[in-house]
Antibody, heavy 120, light 113 residues
Framework: EVQLVESGGGLVQPGGSLRLSCAAS????????MHWVRQAPGKGLVWVSR????????TYADSVKGRFTISRDNAKNTLYLQMSSLRDEDTAVYYC?????????????WGQGTLVTVSS | DIVMTQSPDSLAVSLGERATINCKSS????????????LAWYQQKPGQPPKLLID???TRESGVPDRFSGSGSGTDFTLTISSLQAEDVAVYYC?????????FGQGTKLEIK
């Protein structure tokens, strides 16, 4: 069974930094592209970033480009999101998600999310 | 970026009746080389992560009831629930994965009338 478990969320002041982690299990982690998607309280889904299988290619939404860094450790089956220069508007639940199985589209599997609150 | 616009923002439908949600993309998400629309639909219930319902605009995921169907091509898409059940109350999102920058619609909240 595919499992994605996020951790590292919490309260941080504006301008601060935070690193999120996502522990993956139940599949061959190194074979799948991975994503971060966020959802501000009471708002819609916003795709944040994705990374290819070996970490050599990354893509970011304009709203986080230059401030967030996605990375992965395939030996540890873990995805990361390093967030810096945090703003109030970065407050959200951050979901780790996995590409779908081969031949499928969209974002196939999601974690339960971790809440990041940016506030003074 | 490709902008996804859903309509309506909210919808109230009686149990057993049809629910229709529309999604429009700012540019075509139809990839001509394989004739596939890079469009997915998700269902999100309160306190839960999204669940992928449909990919390639019209292919239901395994285990998704057949009352859910997707249609459309190019820039205009529709999610239809043929006979609304109580458990279908949720927010529904469309998403394009044509571009390297994935984008979601703003969501449509579906309630029981």
């Amino acid at each position: 069974e595919v499992q994605l478990v996020e951790s590292g969320g919490g309260l941080v002041q504006p301008g601060g930094s935070l690193r999120l982690s996502c522990a993956a299990s139940g599949f061959i982690f190194s074979s799948y592209w991975m994503h971060w998607v966020r959802q501000a309280p009471g708002k819609g889904l916003v795709w944040v970033s994705r990374i290819n299988t070996d970490g050599s290619s990354t893509t970011y939404a304009d709203s986080v480009k230059g401030r967030f860094t996605i990375s992965r450790d395939n030996a540890k089956n873990t995805l990361y999101l390093q967030m810096s220069s945090l703003r109030d508007e970065d407050t959200a639940v951050y979901y780790c998600a996995r590409d779908p199985s081969p031949g499928k589209g969209g974002v196939g599997y999601w974690g339960q999310g971790t809440l990041v609150t940016v506030s003074s | 970026d490709i902008v996804m616009t859903q309509s309506p923002d909210s919808l109230a439908v009686s149990l057993g009746e049809r629910a229709t949600i529309n999604c429009k993309s700012s540019q075509s998400v139809l990839y001509s080389s394989n004739n596939k629309n890079y469009l997915a639909w998700y269902q999100q219930k309160p306190g839960q992560p999204p669940k992928l319902l449909i990919d390639w605009a019209s292919t239901r995921e395994s285990g998704v009831p057949d009352r859910f169907s997707g249609s459309g091509s190019g820039t205009d898409f529709t999610l239809t629930i043929s006979s609304l059940q109580a458990e279908d109350v949720a927010v529904y999102y469309c998403q394009q994965y044509y571009s390297t920058l994935y984008t979601f619609g703003q969501g449509t909240k579906l309630e029981i009338k």
